[in-house]
């Protein structure tokens, strides 16, 4: 060891990837306002960097090393903590970069505290234990308020194995949450100011603790006292339970009629090639019976493109489903080689140039698409969720996830943070819409 931590107070955590990292870094940031550091947005000096880290693309690990480097060349004294589905997956290559302290995978990753308080090392410390595959409970911490809404973990790891995804060796197989220790959280949160709770795991609809599902579970949350919302993120399709889109479409439930159905690609030969577990039809005939079922449903989809073997015909069903599909938004992929997955085996490889200029039409294919959702609102009176003043706008979002910007003098004085205020939906820009002040809280 080289140098001692204990007299360093400033941390600053960088979260790449899904809403399940988001999750563990806030639990993260408590843990170190807990034991004492002042946590810092990333990029102002700090004595200890934590960057939670995502695998699924290569670009997503170029970016995360881009960081690393950032940050290090800020903070050359700092302590440098890599954690995440990089460092379960990549721990070589990240130990290559001059400045890294710790690299901590998945299973020990809400650990990292312990090795931090050791001081910085001469050499990385490399931490990656095979993940344990029993459900699981989450020691948190945290007094502060927090007044944004909060994504809280329920569920880790996949059993599904899609031919094309890496995240099942990089999170390990399914396992869910014990019910009470996930109930404690939700309530501890919910007491600490968040109005708003996004439920996240890597495959949430496989939830079950107790003898309890998904659908339980968001009944158990939305009983929880001054909690305004209660949302899920992404959910594949064969496992949304029974009643899920009932409770969507009940005003008296808390949970908002958000829907994201990753259907991946268009062609029934791909997926299958995909290990999907559906074909497109049954996918389609429950997409449609969810946007008929629940009004002003927001449903958005995941769709990946460039994956071995796909023809320009697949790729044509996959743009045609696209739009002509009850789709408000889409991710749109392009297909990246990952090493462990039996597609990085397939033949037929498709040239990145064709896999980027696929990916560029169905974005902006989706552009339209959600510009269209938006405009399909203009006129309307609905409740907005906002968040934080960002200079002179108050950022907010409607029940069905329109982003919605408020001028800030509409409301001089008032402060609308964390409040549902009423607007009127008046212009849509870029990827968000105007909206004007009818309602303050």
């Known amino acids: 060891m080289v140098s001692n931590l204990a007299t360093r107070r400033r941390a600053s955590i960088h979260t790449l990837g899904c809403r399940l990292n988001q999750a563990e870094s806030l639990l993260l940031r408590d843990r170190l306002e807990a034991e004492g550091y002042e946590v810092v947005p990333f990029g102002e000096p700090a004595d200890l960097g934590i960057i939670n880290t995502c695998t699924v693309t290569r670009l997503a690990e170029a970016k995360a090393r881009q960081v690393i480097r950032g940050f290090i060349r800020r903070n050359p004294r700092a302590f440098t903590a890599v954690i995440g589905c990089y460092s379960q997956m990549g721990a070589r290559e990240l130990a290559g970069i001059p400045g890294v302290d710790l690299i901590v995978g998945n299973q020990d990753k809400l650990a990292v505290l312990d090795h931090v308080r050791l001081g910085k090392l001469e050499r990385p410390l490399i931490l990656r234990d095979r993940i344990d595959r029993s459900d699981f409970s989450i020691s948190f911490v945290g007094e502060k308020p927090c007044n944004q809404r909060a994504n809280l973990k329920i569920q880790d790891g996949c059993d599904f194995m899609c031919s094309f995804c890496i995240i099942p060796m990089a999170r390990g197989r399914a396992r869910s949450r014990e019910w009470e220790n996930l109930l404690a959280e939700a309530r501890s949160l919910v007491e600490r100011g968040v109005r708003e709770l996004v439920l996240t795991g890597v495959n949430l609809g496989t939830y079950a603790s107790g003898g309890k599902n998904l659908a339980d579970l968001v009944d158990a949350i939305d009983a929880i006292p001054g909690l305004r919302r209660v949302r899920i993120s992404s959910i594949e399709p064969t496992t949304v339970p029974d009643g899920l889109l009932d409770r969507m479409a ?10 994201h159905l990753p259907l991946q690609s268009g062609s029934d030969r791909i997926l299958a090639a995909m290990r999907r577990k559906y074909c497109l039809d049954e996918y389609m005939d429950y997409a449609r019976a969810a946007v008929a079922r629940v009004p002003g449903l927001h449903l958005g989809t995941d769709l990946l493109t460039g994956f071995p073997g796909e ?55 989706a552009a339209d698409k959600k510009h269209a959702f938006h405009r399909a609102h203009l006129g309307r009176e609905m409740g907005v969720l906002c968040e934080n003043r960002d200079g002179e706008l108050w950022p907010s979002y409607t029940s069905n996830y329109i982003r919605v910007v408020v001028p800030a003098a509409a409301a001089p004085g008032r402060d609308l943070a964390n409040r549902i205020a009423t607007v009127r939906l008046e212009r849509v820009c870029a990827d968000f819409t105007e909206g004007t002040l009818i309602t303050p809280p």
């Open 250 to 259: 009940d005003p008296a439930h808390r949970l908002q009629p958000f829907l």
């Open 311 to 365: 023809t320009e015909e697949d790729f044509g069903a996959t743009y045609r489903v696209l739009r002509e599909g009850p789709f408000a938004s889409a991710h749109c992929f392009t297909y990246s080689e990952r090493e462990g997955t039996p597609a990085v085996r397939m033949a037929d490889t498709i040239p990145k140039s064709e896999r980027n200029r696929r990916g560029a039409l169905l974005r902006r294919l």
